[in-house]
């Protein structure tokens, strides 16, 4: 999809007033948080296991390179096509090649978010195929022409009403009466309506959770069993996957999935977690005739130099998410793109650009919460403060922002005289604001008090409350 | 014109701050450095490996019966069906241990190499794994992938000695197993769910409706 990141505060602002959205969004806390809190307790050694996997993932990104070239002889080896994306243009035009070599008509797509990322629907659409999601959620969305709002729950958003609405309008013309119907009905219609096409589709589409370069292996962890269908009935299997997906082998996968099923849904296992190698065997009497695999790179490869190489660790989750107090207010749709939550706010900047996301860094409280669930320890507030400190250097805070933090950096290299001022300003302060203990507006800082009153301060500085405990202990 | 691939692995070292990959070697030694050479931490559990599969089998929201010798399991699978709306045709995965079933008269059964006209699937499942409850099942000539996933009944057979601890112990076994690995490697635990409806766990999303595990006793 294309990015409207840039319209975040619009956005943000739509979706506090949407009631349904916010009926909605309870549910995530009741659901993901409350399951994965209880298995991450059962654990001997979660706090061990999450040491492990961050360990994982920084050795295999510091030899991405070997561990790439090492995947790809194996893909090969098992008698696979690997093939190479630097951009979200080439990813598209090396699987819709494949489709048209296959002469396919029909694709039935697994749930993957770098296909989300590459526009990959969008350009199987224009090439005229007809493109089928199968997992429920991502079927629900592509019905209501919606992108995901949830990376492991893309229609999270959305009420029973709304799919009900829905179904009847795509599968019954709009003949049904009922206005809400119960969700074994729904899931059992969306089944048959799914089945069909998963039986006669010509091309496979499936992400891929994680890739082993031991045996140029994927990993696909599903509950509904859409993935291993979409890769086991039609002929061709395609899969798309970020280079940094990669681990160097099956023990360390072990790892991954350990942390994947419980930090994502909450699961010990999902009920379905299915290792494929290649195509069918000449022995085999089901499977596709061909595999391809779809490296894509996107931006990855710049991420590798410097701090943001960490984010690369992400095995998207989404815990992060479901424990962000701002996602958890505004749903995943205000981040404008891909990636929501506090994974998306730095991810997001890293592949779209910082000059047009400018408000996903600042959407943030830094509570930590994510960081302390993160199964890989990514510091995604540290991150985001980072992206706050790019966005000053390159220009991109507005003027008056830039303006007034030059004046506090002046006067913070000048301790006595930022004593002084602090002293003054905040005694000021203080007396103009004591009847009410807040200002609902501020002179220079309009755009802020505009959404916040600013708290009016408390007596003293605290620089001087500082000297003065310091004094009274000594004392 | 360089190709994508020499352009992205250039970036890769470029970014890494060297101009030639390491060889395999130092990339596994510097692995063993990084992680030690213990495992990952995993689950425990106090009684044995049998009741903790069992366990979270069940868990799982699966079913299983225990048959004493592979010739019962006709019997085992005709009483699993009798309450359900199942038909009487059970389709096979061609397994050379299926061949040791006695099936009685009230079934009728058919070899399948594949799952499409199956609403009742039975295959054999090489390990179970005791950490999740986990059945894994291997795709090959005798045990095709799309038997596991398109009836509405799956029903599987699992020796109980083919129980083991952990995934690390699967890849243990399985790394000496010839033709591993396979095209589909499956771990199964459960029968297929979704709670992409408002967050209300459905089962038999896409998959099967129920799984069903025959346990077998003895190493005949």
Redesign the interface.
Known sequence: MESRAHLFKPQAREALQNTDLQQALTRVQEGFVGKRKVLVDQFPDFEGLRDRGQAIKDHTLAHLDVYLEQFEAKVREAGGHVHWAETQQEAQEIIVDICRQENARMVTKGKTMAGEEVQLNEALDAAGLETVETDLGEYIIQLAKEPPSHIIAPAIHKTRQQITELFNEHHHHGTLKEKLREVPDLVDEARGILRDKFLNADVGITGANCLVAETGSMFLVTNEGNGDLTHSLPRVHVAIAGIEKLVPNLDDASTILRLLARSATGQEMTAYTTMVTGPARAEDTDGPEAFHIVLIDNGRTRMLEGRFREMLRCIRCGACMNHCPVYSAIGGHAYGWVYPGPMGSVLTPMIVGLDKTRDLPNACTLNGRCQSVCPVRIPLPDLLRDLREEQHDQGLTPKTTRYGLNIWAWFARRPRLYGLAARVGIGLLGRLGRRRGRFRKLPLAGAWTAGRDFPAPQKTTFQAAWQQRKKEKSA | MS???D???G???S???RTT????AA??S??LA??GDE??????WDDDDLSRFLR?FEA?AATWARVDTVADTGDAVATYLADKPAGNTVHLA?HPLLDDVSWPNTLTTARA????EALVGVSVAELGVA????LVLF???DT???????PDYHIVLLRMDAVVP???DV?ARMRERG?F????????????????????L?L?????RSLHLILVAARD
């Open positions: 190709s994508a691939r352009r992205i692995l970036k890769i070292r970014n890494l701050g990959a390491p060889d395999a990339a596994s510097s692995r990084a992680l495992t990952s931490p995993r689950p425990v979270c799982a061609p190499t594949h799952g499409r950490e999740t409850g986990s795709s090959g000539a095709p992938t799309t038997l596991n996933f398109l952990h995934f690390e890849w033709g690995p396979p095209r589909s490697f499956n771990f199964i635990t459960g029968p297929s769910r979704t709670a992409d409806v408002e967050q209300t459905q038999g999303a896409h998959g099967p």
